[in-house]
């Protein structure tokens, strides 16, 4: 049971906390010819240790792009929108359904993006000794989204809900327990009766043995969707905001100094990022009445 | 004139109604008099005090300060009477919380900005200080200067009160029972310092429940009772049947010193 | 007492309170695991270096935090206190004036506008200060400030009017201003539980930026080992303000009359402190703090903050008021009511039960050594630590604990808001408890009266204007706050509002908050009358 994990919910509740969060890191010796990058990404971790652990991207992107590169990660996702929408962020790092709400009542524009974001899944999980083997089982079941900004923790388990016409209870009587991993243990542990999480995390919790594999069983994969991206606010200077784009595309597995920078994005490689590929969120957000 | 009392009443608003506390008082208060005012408890007096010193208004009759009518007063301006004003309460109602030198500077609280105040809470200035240690001089009390006020005896406190006063530099001065808690050796000696101030061209209006303190001291006695007032002559012409009349029926009055405080007064009064 | 037992019946419904599960063996070993993770705590170097770092960044949020916190809640409390614009001797001779009339409404609204600072969430304020000054801690501490300042105000106009009012119309007769007898008579009474209150209001502070940013959002950042460490560094920070808080108490009364429960110790070896060289040290620290969190940076000024601030604004109105949205809001309400009541409850039998040991006696004999006395100072640092530790374990762990304890649901969390709700309020009571003037205790002692009569006849009718006061506005700070009951996946406002925010749903999260501005004044309503209550009761009992 890793740390107070997963129950965001109260922690990111309050940014009274972007505060202590948000560390910003920055070099003041480089020679950025006065310009400046500010970078934001919505927090997937805790955001000190986000930004601590992002030395090596904020320093290729110094040296790629030309201009001084400031990371602030706040505690929450809205931050970083209202953040982007003020004028306050120039390039963020959005989750699939952040872009889309971002993109629609700030204009974000999209840069590039993992190529793995492109074929994100969900996963449905139970118990093992659980008499559910199908999402049409789910009716009068409790169950357990993450984070209810999370595309691949809520918006689109809740789509494919939906698409399956499965009892409009279970949505309406689910809890949000605030992160995948929380969401995991809250089935393990018998806390709820099935829940829907990232793959790519459960992947990596049972992988490092930080979950019990045995105690979990799979009964539902999502098909493919997009998710995270690169997205640039409308106005940013075109040049720079290229620069971005040409330094992030320009990262190679093959190349020895690139090889952190990509470890800590969990990349292989960047691709550009096109809006249309968000239409499939966006209708699914929309038609779960999510998107205002 | 001074004051001028033209059937001043006061009335509580209270759960069974209005609880009336003065009736009807006239009288006039020329510059530079002393004056006693008598009568059994709950004859008033307190109340009559409290509205001399601009902390109540009347609730009828009509109460003049200077020829100014009190009622028609803007708070600015009824801000000015107060601080013309000193009062001496029965209990000396210091801050109990602060020294004694600070007591002191309070006095001149309504000659001054809010932030000479506040920059005297802080620190207060080399002028200041020296005029209130002068007070506490007079008072005798200069080397209590950085007691608390709650370290004191009562005897100490109603001299820090009479300091207080003399760093305010008042016109009048109202005493209300500024002997009542005190035994008869240190009521003297505040009477002495009270009336060395009423003799530098103050007025002083004093309250007493002791009658012969009263009459030996000041020279004009106001009697009150039943919150109207039951004779106003010199002192020299009051006769021990209008003294017995007064009391009649008042359970000892003169023998009951306990006060209670101002608080339950408003009620009982 | 019919209805209040019907309220608690109904709330303890809503709250989902089960006790079979905590007898469960099974949760008890789920539990034991848990707790058995804990050790060893997390102490290598490169750790500890992010701990000290985050500690220290930590204090100077708290700090700057608080500081703006006061500049907001001074003048509003000063305002808001009633005595001094709306009731009593001081306004007597001035109520019917029109600047009177004005100044009573100014303080009605005063009191309003504190509630209305702590019916916004932090959420929305921290939302709108990012909009404005972008992120980093500067929008965090404005939003610390603004939610803080309103429960800071509400409490310093409570401990405003619960001064002694006889030496103010003192004051008040020598000339001076409403707020010359704030600064030379109310503040000297009031400001040694002011000053209590004040740093206790930073321990908050401490709590939200500490928990918040080292436990992290995502929460894969953490080892539970690493959790340890924290709770320890917290426990480290709370420790230390409540000594500050004592040796401040301490200091400003050196010199108090006998009694005092310090008075034996300081009175002769601290010398009276010179003011203005504590004011320019506090200063100084404050800006120090400031200006390392980059409140003063030139960016901090940007004219266009208010544009966006206002944008924001704008995207909240109008509130969503349709009858279908109202609708699902009667759920999340029920829900919050029950939990927040039961919480409550539980915190304060918590709290009564810890405090009331936790509270340093006024006993003058208590110089006499003996068992006895060994005991009783055994059980005061004991119930202290108790109650400290109370408040350092952050209410996200208590309610992972009592996840395990009673399994998912609104019990849950209604457990965890009670044990931190008790941790709160047994601090304050004991504080508000050894604030009370020693001299009518001791005139009961004097009559041979128990400690439990003293208690009773002598502490609580001084203290209880204040004790229902935090009570009160802690069982307020439940109704706004139980975000914990999400977690535990048991509902409520919290977690409602969150999700609305987070999917900008601003319409209606507006309606949430006008829900919560109604039932933070109905907790107002209902204190007062409660106060009205027990004053009217002892006034009675005095007549007889």
């Known amino acids: 049971m890793r740390s107070a994990a997963g129950l965001s919910i109260t922690l990111a509740s309050c940014i009274a906390i972007a505060a202590a969060g948000a560390a910003a890191c920055s070099r003041p010796g480089s020679d950025g010819g006065g310009k400046v990058l500010r970078l934001s990404m919505i927090p997937t971790t805790d955001p000190g240790k986000m930004v601590r652990d992002s030395e090596p991207l904020v320093a290729y992107l110094e040296k790629a792009t030309g201009a001084r590169v400031e990371l602030t990660v706040p505690l929450n996702y809205a931050a970083v929108v209202e953040a982007f929408g003020a004028d306050k962020v120039d390039v963020a790092y959005f989750g699939g359904f952040t872009y889309v709400q971002a993109h629609k009542r700030f204009a974000a524009q999209p840069l590039v993006q993992r190529e793995r974001d492109q074929a994100f899944h969900s996963l449905f999980i139970t118990q093992p000794d659980s008499p559910i083997s199908a999402l049409a089982d789910l009716a009068g079941k409790r169950f357990a989204f993450g984070d209810v900004n999370s595309t691949s923790g809520h918006l689109m388990p809740e789509y494919y809900l939906r698409q399956a016409h499965v009892d409009p209870g279970v949505i309406a009587g689910a809890i949000y327990t605030g992160g995948h991993d929380a969401t995991a243990l809250a089935v393990a542990n018998k806390k709820a009766d099935a829940g829907a999480l990232d793959e790519a995390v459960f992947d990596r919790l049972t992988k490092d043995g930080k979950l019990d594999a045995a105690r979990l069983k799979v009964f539902y994969k999502t098909p493919a969707f997009f998710d995270y991206v690169w997205a640039a606010r409308k106005g940013l200077d075109p040049a720079l905001a290229d620069a971005f784009r040409k330094a992030m595309l320009a990262l190679d597995a093959g190349d020895p100094a690139h090889k952190p920078v990509l470890a800590l994005l969990q990349a292989t490689r960047y691709v550009a990022a096109d809006d249309a590929s968000y239409d499939k969120l966006r209708e699914a957000a929309t038609s779960a009445g999510l998107l205002k | 004139m001074i004051y001028q009392l033209d059937a001043v009443g006061k009335a509580y608003p209270s759960r069974r109604g209005a609880v009336t506390s003065l009736a009807a008082v006239s009288f006039e208060v020329a510059a530079g008099e002393r004056v006693a005012v008598i009568g059994p408890s709950g004859a008033g007096k307190t109340t009559l005090f409290r509205l001399l010193n601009g902390t109540l208004r009347p609730s009828s009759g009509r109460l003049r300060w200077h020829g100014r009518d009190v009622a028609s007063l803007s708070p600015r301006e009824a801000r000015a009477m107060r601080r013309r004003i000193g009062t001496i309460h029965q209990q000396a109602l210091l801050v109990p919380s602060l020294t004694v030198l600070d007591n002191t500077l309070c006095g001149a609280l309504g000659a001054w900005s809010l932030a000479r105040a506040l920059r005297t809470a802080i620190s207060p200035a080399r002028g200041d200080v020296d005029r209130a240690m002068a007070a506490l001089d007079r008072v005798g009390l200069a080397d209590k200067r950085d007691a608390r006020a709650d370290e004191l005896s009562g005897g100490q406190q109603q001299r820090v009160a009479i300091a207080r006063l003399v760093m305010q530099d008042p016109e009048v001065i109202l005493a209300d029972e500024p002997f009542a808690s005190l035994d008869p050796a240190l009521a003297d000696a505040i009477a002495e310092l009270l009336l060395g101030l009423a003799g530098a061209g103050r007025t002083l209006v004093c309250t007493l429940h002791d009658v012969e303190r009263a009459l030996a001291l000041f020279p004009r006695v106001v009697a009150l009772r039943a919150g109207r007032v039951a004779f106003d002559v010199p002192s020299r012409a009051v006769s021990r049947e209008a003294l017995d009349e007064l009391y009649r029926g008042a359970p000892a009055a003169a023998a009951s010193p306990l006060q209670a405080a101002p608080r339950e007064q408003i009620v009982t009064c | ?544």
Not at chain 3, 159 to 165: I, N
Not at chain 3, 392 to 411: H, Q, T
Request: charged content about 15%; glycine content about 10%.
């Open chain 3, 1 to 544: 007492m019919g209805l209040a037992a019907v309220v608690v019946v109904a709330s303890g419904a809503v709250a989902g309170v089960r006790l079979a599960p905590l007898f469960d063996p099974a949760n008890h070993a789920a539990v034991r695991g848990f707790a058995r993770g804990l050790w060893p705590p997390d102490v290598s170097l490169e750790f500890l270096r992010v701990v000290a770092a985050a500690t220290l960044r930590t204090a100077a949020i708290a700090i700057a935090g608080t500081a703006l916190s006061l500049i907001v809640a001074l003048p509003l409390a000063f305002l808001a206190t009633a005595t001094l614009f709306r009731r009593g001797p001081l306004v007597e001779g001035e109520r019917r004036a029109p600047s009177g009339m004005v100044l009573a409404a100014a303080s009605v609204a005063a009191r309003a506008a504190l509630g209305f600072l702590r019916a916004v969430p932090d959420l929305v304020w921290a939302l709108l200060f990012v909009a404005g000054f972008g992120l980093g801690a500067v929008p965090g501490v404005l939003a610390l400030a603004v939610s803080y300042g309103g429960m800071l105000g509400r409490i310093l106009a409570d401990l405003f009017e619960t001064v002694d009012p006889r030496p103010l119309e003192a004051l008040r007769s020598t000339g001076a201003t409403r707020a010359q007898i704030l600064v030379f008579g109310i503040w000297p009474q009031a400001r040694t539980s002011a000053i209590a209150y004040v740093l206790y209001s930073f321990e908050c502070c401490v709590r939200s930026a500490m928990v918040l940013g080292l436990v992290g959002a995502g929460g894969l950042g953490y080892e539970i080992s690493q959790i340890a460490t924290l709770i320890a560094a917290l426990l480290a920070m709370v420790w230390l303000t409540d000594a500050t808080s004592l040796a401040l108490r301490r200091l400003l009364r050196a010199n108090a009359p006998p009694g005092w429960y310090v008075q034996r110790r300081l009175r002769t070896d601290v010398p009276a402190a010179p003011r203005g060289a504590i004011a320019a040290g506090l200063a100084a620290i404050v800006i120090a703090a400031g200006a390392a969190i980059g409140l003063f940076d030139r960016g901090v000024l940007d004219p266009a903050a208010l544009g966006h601030m206002a944008r924001l604004v704008r995207d909240l109105f109008p509130p969503d008021l349709a009858p279908d949205h109202l609708r699902t809001l009667i759920e999340p309400v029920a829900q919050t009511l029950g939990t927040s009541v039961i919480g409550t409850l539980l915190g304060v039998a918590i709290g009564a039960a810890l405090g009331v040991p936790a509270a340093a006696p006024h006993d003058e004999d208590d110089r006499a050594r003996g068992a006895a006395h060994l005991v009783r100072h055994a059980v005061r640092r004991l119930s202290r630590a108790t109650l400290s530790l109370l408040r350092a374990i952050p209410d996200v762990l208590w309610v992972l604990i009592f996840l395990l304890a009673v399994g998912l649901g609104p019990f849950a969390g209604t457990l965890a808001l009670g044990v931190h709700t008790g941790g709160v309020l047994g601090k304050l009571y004991a504080d508000t408890l050894e604030e009370v003037s020693p001299l009518p205790l001791r005139g009961l002692r004097a009559t041979g009266a128990t400690p439990l009569q003293i208690l009773v006849w002598g502490a609580w009718p001084e203290a209880r204007r204040m004790l229902v006061s935090y009570t009160l506005l802690r069982w307020e700070m439940n109704l706004r706050t139980s975000t914990v009951l999400g977690i535990a996946g048991g509902g409520g406002l919290g977690i409602a509002l969150y999700n609305d925010v987070q999917l900008r749903f601003y319409p209606q999260a507006a309606t949430m908050i006008l829900v919560v501005y109604g039932l933070v004044t109905a907790t107002g309503w209902l204190g007062d009358a409660v106060l009205r209550r027990l004053e009217s009761a002892s006034l009675a009992t005095a007549r007889r």
